[in-house]
T-cell receptor
């Protein structure tokens, strides 16, 4: 099992450019999440999905869009990048079911710099 | 937004020492709690889950005080490999899959 993988690992964008971050999981998890982590801020939820074809806003959704066309993939899009979106982005997934608890499994992260 | 507050740190301790981290949370509806470990420039990974008054796993003990809305993590006989940032994590509500992360407490174990 690869677990949760993220593509790319690093990226530098210029202000106004667009890009898509890809997250993939092979654990058959229903729930997937996108977080950003900034110094002194902790992890903040951007968007999440409770199943294939569904998405919902988290704490800081502005400037981002997401899609979950396949259960194993969760895409995060930046339509017009801004310097404020410079951050480390983590994808996570979790199993739906109380018996499994709420453990979230994280990908290795994508370091994005917007100039 | 539900709040999760942690000791600011950093904690610099010698090998073999015992160290404790504290965490307070504001969401009284939360039923389970978690400590995640995050190494420098790596992703968070689950360290311990706490569903009742406490949980012990080897050198690590997590305790929960629901009345005071307080969680602690105790590390005994600290190892160099314990150096990391420890994140206190609380679900948004009972059975919720959305988690609120504390900002973390950095631990450095010194030879």
């Amino acid at each position: 099992n690869a677990g949760v993988t993220q593509t790319p690992k690093f990226r530098v964008l210029k202000t106004g450019q667009s890009m898509t971050l890809l997250c993939a999981q092979d654990m058959n998890h229903e729930y997937m999440y996108w977080y950003r982590q900034d110094p002194g801020m902790g992890l903040r939820l951007i968007h999440y999905s409770v199943g294939e074809g569904t998405t919902a806003k988290g704490e800081v959704p502005d400037g981002y869009n997401v899609s979950r066309l396949k259960k194993q993939n969760f895409l995060l899009g930046l339509e017009s990048a801004a310097p404020s979106q410079t951050s480390v982005y983590f994808c996570a997934s979790s199993y739906f079911g109380l018996a499994k608890g709420n453990e979230q499994f994280f990908g290795p992260g994508t370091r994005l710099t917007v100039l | 937004r539900k709040e999760v507050e942690q000791d600011p740190g950093p904690f610099n301790v010698p090998e073999g020492a015992t160290v404790a981290f504290n965490c307070t949370y504001s969401n009284s509806a939360s039923q389970s709690f978690f400590w995640y470990r995050q190494d420098c420039r790596k992703e968070p990974k689950l360290l311990m889950s706490v569903y009742s008054s406490g949980n012990e796993d080897g050198r690590f003990t997590a305790q929960l005080n629901r009345a005071s809305q307080y969680i602690s993590l105790l590390i005994r006989d600290s190892k160099l490999s314990d150096s990391a940032t420890y994140l206190c994590v609380v679900p948004e509500g009972a059975g919720s899959y959305q988690l609120t992360f504390g900002k973390g407490t950095k631990l450095s174990v010194i030879p």
